[in-house]
Structures are given as structure tokens and as C-alpha cells.
Nanobody, 121 residues
Framework: QVQLVESGGGLVQAGGSLRLSCAAS????????MGWFRQAPGKEREFVAQ???????TAYGDSVKGRFAIYRNTDNTVYLQMNSLKPEDTALYYC???????????????WGQGTQVTVSS
């Protein structure tokens, strides 16, 4: 049974930082592209960042480029370092895993339950 468990969310002031973690119980973790998505109240879920399988190529949504960084390590965890946070970054952040080069909302095989990030102004 594959599980993705996010942690690290919380309340932070604008300009602050948070690091989200996603622990994946996937035996073949290295073969999965890992991604982060977020959903704010009343809005659609949107892509935040991903790191590919094998080459670990990264990609970011336009609204977080230059502020967020995604990375993964060998103990089946993927991280999202979020700096210079803005109130508009407030959302429920989800971790996702997929066997394709690009992980999207339709191609992801597994999803976590989400961790709440709230940025106060």
C-alpha cells in the first residue's frame, strides 16, 4: 500500500519560510516523478513544483519560481523549501507521485492528504 504523508505546514508571516516534507512509502521511489500541488479555498488545484525520476530535473509554476525549491533524497522523502512567502501562497499543499516524466493532476498515481500553509500579511 503506497502512502504519501506530508508534514511541515503551518502559520507564517509574509516574507517568512517553511519547508514541507513528503515521506513516500514507495519501494521503487527512484522511478517516480514527485510533485507538489496546492489548492486555495474556492480555487482549482494548481501545479507548484516537480522533480523528475532519474535525472531529478525540476520544474516550477510561474507564481513560485525563484522563491520555492524542490529536492529529494535517498530515504524516500521529497521536500519543498518555500521562501519569501506571500499571503497568496496560502493553500492546502499536496504531494503527488507518478511514473511519467511529468506529473500532472491527471497522470499522478498517488496523492497525499495535504498539509495546510497559511501566510499572514
Amino acid at each position: 500500500q503506497v502512502q504519501l504523508v506530508e508534514s511541515g505546514g503551518g502559520l507564517v508571516q509574509a516574507g517568512g519560510s517553511l519547508r514541507l516534507s513528503c515521506a513516500a512509502s514507495i519501494r521503487t521511489f527512484g522511478t517516480y516523478t514527485m510533485g507538489w500541488f496546492r489548492q486555495a479555498p474556492g480555487k482549482e488545484r494548481e501545479f507548484v513544483a516537480q522533480i523528475s525520476q532519474y535525472s531529478h530535473t525540476t520544474a516550477y509554476g510561474d507564481s513560485v519560481k525563484g522563491r520555492f525549491a524542490i529536492y529529494r533524497n535517498t530515504d524516500n522523502t521529497v521536500y519543498l523549501q518555500m521562501n519569501s512567502l506571500k499571503p497568496e501562497d496560502t493553500a492546502l499543499y499536496y504531494c503527488a507521485a507518478g511514473r511519467t516524466l511529468l506529473v500532472t493532476m491527471t497522470s499522478a498515481d498517488y496523492w497525499g492528504q495535504g498539509t495546510q500553509v497559511t501566510v499572514s500579511s
